[in-house]
Each structure stands twice: as structure tokens, then as C-alpha cells.
């Protein structure tokens, strides 16, 4: 490990970390994991950084700072154990404690902080401290488990724009009804994959996602009037595994996307046709009991 010139450093066990603190202090220097760091920032590399130990009987789990939801969460299947996290397998577990990332699970369980049990970290002066509040350079996370074994209810179903207010306006009924239920909606440019006609790849369209993480027999229930009061071009919704769901949108949504997240009250037309807009690479739509949650997205 080189720490004597600025950049990148690549590290792989929290000794390397500590180090590199301790460097930067001397130096006067800001160390940051930041995508985007400022000039002359340190930057830990913490990729190399990977681990995960599954406690069944105490339904935790370890987790090293550079281990993908991925990798995280095909461990705790293994067990019939979930802990909530974002929506994309690719991101990192560390990075959904530091941004209280919500996903499906939010509704039942929070978000990955929330699961939070401790936190081992390094503080700016190189010591490594265990912590139920991260601070410095997060080296290891423990969350808590709970139970899912079975298949949830997924995939997506694709909307012509003039269809989006009456497929939204189920979604978020849909939303209102019980926690199990974690579904969005997303405009996007329709994606050149084998279940959509030629005809309608590169269009705009509506993306729902009725995601139901309870019995999923249940969850197709509850997302046929999805199918009645809206009419799919496109009905890719059935029972997936939860890491298949978890890595629905891993390889549609742009690396470094930049987003901007807005609270509203209602989807009115003008929002809609705002909304329809091709300039931006991608808004998402998220139900709540209070509104709607609105990301938008800039690369």
C-alpha cells in the first residue's frame, strides 16, 4: 500500500485503513470514500475490503465495508434471512448506512440504518473503535436479520405514457393498504431487452414494479388491477427470488447517477407531463401513506 502520494489508495484490511488516517492527519490532509471527492482528497478504495458472516440463531449479520448487497444478500438467503437495503445488489453495504437508503423492505423494516447494531470504525487519529454511531472510516457493519424465505412478488409491467395517471393511481393504492407492499414506478426509455417488442424499445414509457414482499400469492392478487384498470404493452410481474427482485435494475440504471429527491403530495398533470420528459435519464416514483417520493436522475 502506497500512501505517500495523493490519490487513490487501495486497501484491504483496517490496519491499511488506520494508516492512511494517520498519513492524512500528519499531512492535514481529508480522507474521504466519496465518489466524488474534492481536490487533493485522499481516497480509500475499500472494495478489496469484503466479508460477510451470517449469525443465524441471533439473527445478525457481520458485514466488511467493501461486500455488495449481492454478496450480502445471496449469504443470508442461504439462511432464509433478509436485512433491508437498497434497491441496487451493486451498491455498497456501507454506502446504504451512510445514506439511510430506503428499499423493498423499508416498509416492514426500515432502512439499513435502522438495522444498524454497531459499527466498527476508524476515527481520523488512526484507532479503530466500535461505535452504535458511525464516525471516521466505517471498516465493518452488524445488522439485524429477519425472517424471508420465501419467494416475493416482482418484475415489471411497461406503460404507454397515456395509460401512466390510471396505472399510477393503482400503484398508489396499492401503497396504502399494508406494509408488505413497496412498489414504485419509474419513466424511462424503454430497454432493448428480449421480453419488449422491437417496436417499443427507445420509447418513453411507464415502468411499475408491484413489489409485495409477503405470501406472493397474495402479492398477484393484489397487483391484478394493475392488469384490469391499465392495460400492460409489456407483463414481465410474477414470484422472483428476493435477490433476483433486489438486481431487477442493476444493469438499467446508470454508474454515478445523480439524483435529486423531492417530497409531494399528489402526482398532478402537470407533475405528470413534467415527468415525461426524455431529458432526464430517469425518475422514479415511489408510494407512501403521505404522497409520493420522486427521484430524478442526471448522469
Not at 422491437?198 to 408491484?210: C, E, F, K
Amino acid at each position: 500500500m502506497d500512501i505517500t502520494t495523493l490519490g487513490t489508495v487501495h486497501v484491504a484490511t483496517p490496519n491499511d485503513i488506520a494508516a492512511t488516517m494517520r498519513f492524512a492527519a500528519r499531512q492535514q490532509l481529508r480522507v474521504t470514500t466519496s465518489r466524488r471527492p474534492l481536490q487533493n482528497d485522499v481516497v480509500l478504495d475499500l472494495t478489496a475490503l469484503k466479508g460477510v458472516t451470517v449469525n443465524a440463531g441471533e439473527r445478525t449479520v457481520e458485514v466488511q465495508a467493501g461486500t455488495t448487497w449481492a454478496e450480502l444478500d445471496a449469504a443470508t438467503q442461504a439462511h432464509g434471512l433478509v436485512t433491508p437495503g437498497p434497491r441496487l445488489s451493486r451498491c455498497s453495504v456501507v454506502s446504504a448506512v451512510l445514506g439511510r437508503a430506503p428499499g423493498w423492505l423499508t416498509p416492514l423494516y426500515g432502512t439499513t440504518r435502522d438495522n444498524l447494531v454497531r459499527a466498527e470504525c476508524i476515527t481520523a487519529d488512526g484507532r479503530l473503535i466500535t461505535t452504535e454511531e458511525p464516525e471516521g472510516v466505517i471498516t465493518s457493519v452488524t445488522l439485524k436479520l429477519h425472517p424471508l424465505a420465501h419467494k416475493v412478488y416482482g418484475g415489471v409491467l411497461l406503460y404507454r405514457l397515456a395509460d401512466a395517471p390510471t396505472a399510477l393511481g393503482v400503484l398508489g393504492e396499492l401503497a396504502s393498504r399494508g406494509r408488505e407492499f413497496a412498489g414504485l414506478a419509474a419513466y424511462v426509455t424503454a430497454p432493448p431487452e428480449r421480453f419488449v417488442p422491437g417496436d417499443l424499445v427507445g420509447r418513453r414509457v411507464l415502468a411499475v414494479v408491484p413489489t409485495f414482499v409477503g405470501d406472493p400469492v397474495i402479492g398477484a392478487s393484489c397487483a391484478r388491477p394493475l392488469r384490469v384498470k391499465a392495460r400492460p404493452l409489456v407483463d414481465q410481474a410474477r414470484p422472483l427470488a428476493y435477490v433476483e427482485q433486489q438486481s431487477l435494475f442493476d444493469d438499467h440504471v446508470p454508474h454515478h447517477l445523480r439524483c435529486e429527491t423531492a417530497e409531494v403530495p399528489e402526482l398532478t398533470p402537470d407533475l405528470l407531463r413534467h415527468f415525461e420528459d426524455t431529458s432526464t435519464a430517469l425518475r422514479v416514483l415511489v408510494p407512501h401513506h403521505e404522497g409520493w417520493t420522486v427521484h430524478e436522475g442526471e448522469q
